[in-house]
């Protein structure tokens, strides 16, 4: 009597892991925007509880990216730039918006787009 063979071949196993391979390595290229865009909120939040006192008042646009720029500057950002944050002012508050995108190379001519948004609100 003939005895079936049971399991997968060599293929099977290539076409099963190459996907998880795939995504494992654009996980890995994505780390460290996703890094960035951690200290860039770090510091917007920090830098909206450094003039919450002041929400009331005249908050000047200026101090509060020579204030982003110190921060920037202790975590090492260099991207995205101070000057492409927006300070307004929305009704009765101060709104820190950081609205960018970032892109990494993935292999060949293939590229991963991300959008990051984040907003601090000065109260």
Known sequence: MRRRQNGITFIGWLFLLLPLAIVGYAVLRLTPLYLNYLK???SLTQT????KDDAGGQLNPTEVRKALQR????????????????????????????????QVKLFGGISLLVHFDKRATVK
């Not at 909206?48 to 003039?51: F, P, T, V």
């Not at 991207?79 to 970032?102: K, L, T």
């Open 48 to 51: 909206a509880g450094e003039y």
């Open 40 to 42: 860039v909120s770090k």
């Open 71 to 102: 921060h920037w500057d202790i975590d090492s950002i260099d991207y995205p730039m101070v000057n492409d944050i927006s300070v307004m002012r929305e009704g009765e508050q101060w709104v820190i918006e950081a609205n960018y995108e970032d």
